[in-house]
């Protein structure tokens, strides 16, 4: 899957950093993430809502501002009240899902206190109700490969997203032929868990 990079200044980060809204009261501690949103494949209009979660409670939202031809988010996930049983806010190194207009984007990061991260967001609104069986192996060190199936047809289903459970900052989407590779640090040898989602649901 190819990636746009577009550099984005100090000054660019200013114009959307008003937008940044944390649905969890004021922490004293975030964790930022910034960078490009595509939904489709193309660039989402201004305003389109970012959403951050986890453990299925929605963290933070923010909108994307439109700069130079590109959407650009900015958002500040806060950090958890460790007084309180309930999720409030992000914890250490816990996986952190995003959502483009309420679907799910492929990409994940680990929440760490007073970082702040690019992370350019990808998402689909078009993905399959089919039952799918998912066959997965590991090829070599750090690459694990597989195809995606209909249990009906044995037809690959594309556009699902796949993820790594023991480390799910790795993720991936199936291409056309349903196959998916996942590049991802994992040391070997050793037993993985290779999870299929259809993005908007956790």
């Known amino acids: 899957m190819s990636r746009l990079y577009v550099p984005l200044a100090a000054g660019l980060l200013l114009i959307i ?5 944390a649905v969890a009261g004021t922490p ?13 494949g193309a660039s989402v209009p201004a305003g389109t809502l970012i959403s951050a979660w986890m453990d299925g409670v929605k963290l933070a939202e923010a909108p994307t501002t439109r700069v130079g031809g590109y959407a650009i988010y900015l958002i500040s ?5 460790p007084d309180t049983p309930q999720v409030e ?15 799910e984007a492929v990409e994940l990061a680990p929440w760490r206190a007073g970082t702040r991260t690019r992370l350019d967001l990808t998402s689909a609104t078009a993905w ?9 192996s590991i090829a070599q060190n750090v690459v694990i490969s597989g195809v995606v199936q209909d249990c009906l047809t044995g037809a690959g289903i594309p556009g699902e997203r796949v993820r790594v459970l ?6 991936a989407l199936t291409a056309p032929d349903g196959s998916y590779q ?8 050793a037993e993985y868990t290779v999870e299929i989602r259809h993005p908007g649901f956790f």
């Open 182 to 189: 996942i590049e991802a640090a994992l040391p070997l040898p």
């Open 128 to 136: 399959s109700d089919r039952i799918s069986r998912l066959q997965s």
């Open 89 to 103: 806010g992000g914890r250490e190194d816990r996986p952190i899902h995003f959502r483009v207009a309420g679907y």
């Open 77 to 81: 996930v806060p950090g958890d009240d």
């Open 166 to 171: 023991e480390s799910p900052a790795f993720a």
């Open 17 to 21: 950093v008003a937008g940044a809204v």
């Open 28 to 40: 004293t501690q975030s964790s930022s993430f910034y960078g490009v949103v595509t939904l489709d």
